[in-house]
């Protein structure tokens, strides 16, 4: 079977990463502090734990469509 990803952020649906990343500390992120490129940089160390971690949750699921986009 093969598998197909579609990036959907900031596309279809809003601040899933910042909203995963939430949900795996248990608490809000500060991002505003962070001044990289890739936000997933901003988990230091943490960052194999949580991809792995993702692997295993459905990253879209809560997501948040934007406004003007059909489901």
């Not at 939430?22 to 490129?37: M, P, Q, R, T």
Request: include cysteine.
């Amino acid at each position: 079977m093969k598998t197909i990803m579609i990036d959907m952020d900031d596309v279809i649906t809003c601040n899933n990463f910042e909203m995963n990343v939430e949900k795996y500390f248990g608490h809000k992120f500060d991002f505003s502090s962070f001044n990289g490129y890739r936000l997933q940089d901003a988990l230091g160390n943490e960052k194999e734990k949580f991809f792995n971690w993702l692997k295993e949750n459905n990253f879209y699921d809560g997501a948040t469509l934007l406004p003007d986009c059909y489901n």
